[in-house]
């Protein structure tokens, strides 16, 4: 990629450390647990339209960018209805965030020649991580639909393992392509 990803590719990382954001300025309250997520996720959001709009003058696998776009857009839309809700609940918005680590396999495979090779390590990891993500969707999903036999405590201990852990992990793969972008150029 050419110069000028560094800051877009920055700021689709953003998404990524949005729980560790939260934790460590304790932020407090309903009211910016859904302002925060929505500020977040919409600069992530331009972040990553901004990359794959310059992926498609330089790969030819610009479209599997798309769905990083996408899944980034469901969580702006996510933590929009939350706002607008009245009830605060967080299971849609961590099924948004648990589409990531299979959109960032996409987001990575879509880059350039020239960053093929990292792209493809940080595509590793992502796809490692999409397995714990699934199981968690598949906890999710069906506790919504048989709530009165599942044990939300034990979902909430997943979902804090994997926003508090592997989202950062995939995000530090975000900065690292970055950082790639930085001493390539």
């Given at each position: 990629?050419?110069?000028?990803?560094?800051?877009?590719?920055?700021?689709?990382?953003?998404?990524?450390?949005?729980?560790?954001?939260?934790?460590?300025?304790?932020?407090?309250?309903?009211?910016?647990?859904?302002?925060?997520?929505?500020?977040?996720?919409?600069?992530?959001?331009?972040?990553?339209?901004?990359?794959?709009?310059?992926?498609?003058?330089?790969?030819?696998?610009?479209?599997?960018?798309?769905?990083?776009?996408?899944?980034?857009?469901?969580?702006?839309?996510?933590?929009?209805?939350?706002?607008?809700?009245?009830v605060w609940n967080t299971d849609?918005?961590?099924?948004?965030?648990?589409?990531?680590?299979?959109?960032?396999?996409?987001?990575?495979?879509?880059?350039?020649?020239?960053?093929?090779?990292?792209?493809?390590?940080?595509?590793?990891?992502?796809?490692?991580?999409?397995a714990y993500a699934f199981f968690?969707?598949?906890?999710?999903?069906?506790?919504?639909?048989?709530?009165?036999?599942?044990?939300?405590?034990?979902?909430?201990?997943?979902?804090?393992?994997?926003?508090?852990?592997?989202?950062?992990?995939?995000?530090?793969?975000?900065?690292?392509?970055?950082?790639?972008?930085?001493?390539?150029?």
């Amino acid at each position: 990629m050419k110069t000028g990803q560094v800051i877009p590719l920055l700021c689709t990382s953003l998404v990524f450390f949005l729980f560790v954001i939260i934790v460590a300025f304790r932020v407090s309250g309903p009211s910016l647990h859904t302002i925060v997520p929505l500020i977040v996720a919409g600069i992530s959001f331009c972040g990553s339209v901004l990359v794959v709009v310059r992926l498609r003058k330089e790969s030819d696998r610009w479209y599997l960018g798309i769905f990083h776009v996408a899944a980034i857009g469901i969580i702006c839309i996510s933590a929009a209805m939350m706002l607008v809700s009245l009830v605060w609940n967080t299971d849609f918005l961590i099924l948004s965030f648990a589409l990531l680590p299979f959109t960032s396999v996409g987001f990575f495979i879509a880059f350039p020649k020239p960053q093929q090779k990292i792209a493809r390590l940080f595509a590793l990891i992502s796809g490692v991580f999409s397995a714990y993500a699934f199981f968690l969707i598949y906890l999710i999903v069906s506790g919504l639909l048989h709530p009165l036999q599942t044990s939300w405590n034990i979902i909430g201990g997943y979902s804090a393992i994997f926003m508090m852990v592997f989202l950062p992990l995939i995000g530090l793969c975000h900065v690292g392509a970055a950082l790639f972008e930085t001493a390539s150029s």
